[in-house]
T-cell receptor, first 114, second 119 residues
Framework: DGGITQSPKYLFRKEGQNVTLSCEQN?????MYWYRQDPGQGLRLIYYSQIVNDFQKGDIAEGYSVSREKKESFPLTVTSAQKNPTAFYLCASSPRPGSLAEQFFGPGTRLTVL | AQTVTQSQPEMSVQEAETVTLSCTYD???????LFWYKQPPSRQMILVIR??????QNATENRFSVNFQKAAKSFSLKISDSQLGDTAMYFC????????????????FGKGTHLIIQP
């Protein structure tokens, strides 16, 4: 079955630690996205990538970093510079960036800072 | 930059009733796409319906339809014959059109409306 997988489902981090969230898709999509969801805030765009080896900052990129070395993978690193990282993180992909094509979402990762 | 506003944080209706969720947006773009996504308690995001701004005809998908008013920058979602499984958070989202050479972006979401369908 084609789809998007995110791991882990739950992640706990101590303050000052970097942590990496995994996102893999087997849909052969060019574009991939990371969103953050906080209660009452909807989803906000962190980073997006239209093609391998290229990515752009979204609205709330500070304290985060990404890489896109393979078409299938778009990992997100939450660094110690992110002041309030506790949130639900969603990865998405679409076949064509900036189009009517549906963005398919993964199941999400819940990150909690202890 | 664009903004999306959903003015109803929560709505509750009886099963089989019709309900309308409101969404307004602000943008300087002339061409764009609009979406409604559903997020049930499982938190999986599911596309409900989508609309191209240059198409005047309102999109429909079975029990779901939109009222798109481009001049008013309004994009409301109507759910007919509501079912218990429609209980979820509903998000309105905006995406600008990407042209060759770039300009692509992600989705801009509203804060959502929590819809509760009562038995």
């Amino acid at each position: 079955d084609g789809g998007i997988t995110q791991s882990p489902k739950y992640l706990f981090r101590k303050e000052g630690q970097n942590v990496t969230l995994s996102c893999e898709q087997n849909l052969n999509h060019d574009a991939m996205y990371w969103y953050r969801q906080d209660p009452g805030q909807g989803l906000r765009l962190i980073y997006y990538s239209q093609i391998v080896n290229d990515f752009q900052k979204g609205d709330i990129a500070e304290g985060y970093s990404v890489s896109r070395e393979k078409k299938e993978s778009f990992p997100l690193t939450v660094t110690s510079a992110q002041k309030n990282p506790t949130a639900f993180y969603l990865c998405a992909s679409s076949p064509r960036p900036g189009s009517l094509a549906e963005q398919f979402f993964g199941p999400g990762t819940r990150l909690t800072v202890l | 930059a664009q903004t999306v506003t959903q003015s109803q944080p929560e709505m509750s209706v009886q099963e089989a009733e019709t309900v309308t969720l409101s969404c307004t947006y602000d943008t300087s773009e002339s061409n764009y796409y609009l979406f409604w996504y559903k997020q049930p308690p499982s938190r999986q995001m599911i596309l409900v319906i989508r609309q191209e701004a240059y198409k005047q005809q309102n999109a429909t998908e079975n029990r779901f339809s939109v009222n798109f008013q481009k001049a008013a920058k309004s994009f409301s979602l109507k759910i007919s014959d509501s079912q218990l499984g429609d209980t979820a958070m509903y998000f309105c989202a905006f995406m600008k059109v990407a042209y060759s050479g770039g300009g692509a972006d992600g989705l801009t979401f509203g804060k959502g409306t929590h819809l509760i369908i009562q038995p």
